[in-house]
Structures are given as structure tokens and as C-alpha cells.
């Protein structure tokens, strides 16, 4: 499997099979996947706790590292597909709606190399709400 | 776009034109991102507490509130995205390895049916370290 | 040492102490500080995923579970406390100020018994914004 | 109130006044509170993402920025504080506990100066579990 030739769905696919398998589907309530996810971003974040952004580079660039943290981001997107798959969220869709919506708020002409948010410089949003 | 017909790398390459036509890539520093993804996944909770999972069910069945979740879980794989993108990780042979990998801690004949982890039952981890 | 007896201050300059005496407050920048407090939230939510409310009511009655979850809440103060103290924030005040503000955005008679937010029965906030 | 004349347990009090007065205890579920710590913590870092240390510290001496973080570590207190409460938990004593567990995990001869994990160092931990 890899990115260029693996789809969403085929993900999904992938992880509702093993939680099926193993009768886990009971346990999948939003709120307790949601309380796994931040867990799973809490190990993920410790792999870059008190360390600058130049360590964290070269680490990542270590075979150990490298794969603990592509573990955990797996992790991470794991639980994300069962939460779609729970929430009855199609995934691609969404962040293609998100993306339109977030390229309103922040337009290329004045976000441009701004990394603050869009309230800054837009106090008032004139589009849709997009919470 | 739709999960059955849209890769993660087209998912990837989406998140990374917005942010390249914004010069926004140097900001995405894998702690950044880290600290934007735990931000993300504080708004999803936000959903769920001090409600019953009932309650998360009926208002998931309202088109407002579905959307709004379904933003919320955008925003996080969008953040995800570009995580995988920066540690130059695979996200779906990530994500099958960890499958292989839980399948091998949670053996179906010992985890059916029971939320707990792997190491109530078996104390002593065989297999390689997955964390 | 009780929560009866001892004052925030106490414990700030208790952990204060210990960043001293290792030379590590030159890695407690407010960012950093905010990854290790996700990442020490993960870790207590570890200990709810996948369980009922009678669930964890039990778990925590027994002593070893107890005492895990008390140091997973020991481990988020103790980086609340740190995140203050570089942030120069004065928590009883600041608490006293939120608790002030929260029963504004909740008067008794409207909020009596509903766990929902304000915005629900208040569209419009009244009083001043307090995030 | 400030964090030199109050007690821990003072605050405490605060916030279970506030949640009785409502009839609100019955939603503060450990599951939930930590739903609720996990939102509130994202709160508090999303003031922190995509800015530089320094950009960071400068905003914190602004008094509108200074304000708002106050208030997200009041919030995030505020849920630990009923955290501690429904868990029974005694955070003085806790946190006093975790700092002498934590002194035999990172001697200072070892760590000081030094922003890794006690494993990196230590890789057999002769200590007691401290998780």
C-alpha cells in the first residue's frame, strides 16, 4: 500500500475489517474515539517536546525516529478513519469543502507569508462560517 | 472528490498547493503542526462533552451538526497531512505496518470482544515494539 | 503536603525548584511547555478510552489505578504550574476572574441542570468576551 | 484571590460551588472532564501555533494576549480541579509524590542541562514505575 495508489476508502476498509474481526465496533462511540485520538496525538507531540526545530529535523532523518513517529501519525489517522466511518463522514469531501472555505477566509493576497489567523487582518469574516 | 475515489497523495497534494500559494510551508515545522493538530482535535471534542452517546448520535443525525463534525475531522486530517508531508512519511504502508503490527498484539481469539489493552492479558510482549 | 495546607505558590516554586536544579528552564518556552501538557493529557485520557462511566468508577476504586491517575493529573499541573510561572499568570486570580465571567454566560435559572453551552440559550452574549 | 494566600483545595471548593449551584455534577463523568481538558487544552496552544518563541513572548507582554492565555490556563485548571475532585484525588500530595519520583528518574548529575527523555540516559529505569 502507498499514498499514490491508496484511497480513502480503501483505509477505512482496512481498519473497520480489524475492529469487525475482533468485535471492537461496540466500543467506537464518538466520544471514545475521540478520547483515543487525544491520546494518540499526545504520543506524537512527545516526540517533539523541548526539542528545537533542528533536532527534531535531524532526528526524523534517523531510521528509529523516523518510524516511531510514522507509527504514531498512523495512529493518529487511524482513529480518524473510524471516527468518519462512525460520524457517517466522507473525508475527502469534507476537506475539499474545508479547503475551499478556508481559501475565502484566507485570501492569497493577504495571507501571503502571514502564518497569523484571518481575524487578524479580516476582523469581520465576511464568508460563511466554516466551524 | 469522494473517500472511494481520492488518494491520500491527491489528498496531500491538495493541502500543500493551498499552503505553497500562501508561502506558508515555512511555518510547518513539525512541532507547529503538532500544536495546530492538538488545537484541531480540542475543537472535535468540543462536540462531544458532558454529552451521552446517544445524545452524540441524534445530534450527528442533524445536517448542521454532521457538518460542522465533519469540518472538524477535516481539519485534523488536514493537519495530518501535512505532518506526513514534512516527516516524509507514507501515511498508507504507515498505516498497514501498525495494522499488521496491532494484529499482531491483539490476537482475535484473545481481544474479541474486550476494550482493554493487550497487556492485561498478555503481560509480556512478544512481538517487536510498535510505539 | 495537602491541598487543605498548600498554596498554588507552594507547588509553583516546588517545580520551579526542580527546573532550577537541572538547568532546564532554558526549555520551558510557553510552545514546549503547551506540547508536554498535550502530550501528559494523552496519557490520563489513556486511562478512560474504550470504558464505561461504571467502568472507570470502578477502576478508580482500586488502588493502583487510583494512584496512576493521580500522577497523570499530578504530571498536567505540574506543566499548568510551570506554564504560569513563563507566562507570568497568577492562577487563583485568573480562575477567580473565569469563574466570575462563566456566571454571566451561565446565570443559575437558564443553566439549571443543562450540560450544553450558553450559546444554545443565549445566541447573543451579553456580557464581555472571556473566550 | 492569588496563588501566594490560596489553597488548592479553596479552588476546589470554587468550582464545585459553581458546578452545584448549576446541578452540573452529574455530567462530570472522569471521561467527560477529560473531553473537556483535551478541548480547553487545544484552546491554550492555539495561541501558540505557527509563532517563534520569540513572537510568543512578545505577544504575552501585550496585555489583550496576556489576558486570554491567563484565562485558558484558568479553564484548564478549573477541569483538572474537578478532575481531582470526582477522581479523589489529593494534587498537593500527588504532584509532591510525582516530584520525588521524577528526582530519582532524572538525578541531577545526569540530567542536567539536558532536554531528553531519562531512557536516552538511563535505558534500564531502576526506579519504581512513575508512569
Known amino acids: 500500500m502507498s499514498d499514490a ?6 483505509l477505512k476498509a482496512l481498519v473497520l475489517a480489524f475492529s469487525k474481526e475482533r468485535d471492537w465496533e461496540q466500543f467506537h462511540h464518538p466520544k471514545d474515539l475521540g478520547v483515543a485520538l487525544a491520546s494518540e496525538v499526545g504520543e506524537l507531540l512527545d516526540h517533539f517536546r523541548y526539542k528545537t526545530n533542528d533536532q527534531i529535523r535531524a532526528e526524523l532523518g534517523q531510521g528509529a525516529t523516523h518510524r516511531a513517529v510514522s507509527h504514531e501519525l498512523a495512529d493518529c489517522l487511524w482513529v480518524i478513519l473510524r471516527l468518519a466511518d462512525v ?3 466522507d473525508l475527502a469531501s469534507a476537506l475539499a469543502e474545508k479547503v475551499e472555505l478556508a481559501a475565502l477566509k484566507y485570501p492569497v493576497d493577504q495571507s501571503f507569508g502571514r502564518a497569523d489567523k484571518y481575524t487578524t487582518y479580516r476582523p469581520t469574516d465576511p464568508g460563511p462560517s466554516i466551524d
Chains 1, 2, 3, 4 share one sequence.
Do not use: G
Not at 5 to 10: K, L, N, V
Open 87 to 89: 460520524c457517517r463522514v
Open 5 to 10: 495508489e491508496t484511497s480513502i476508502e480503501q
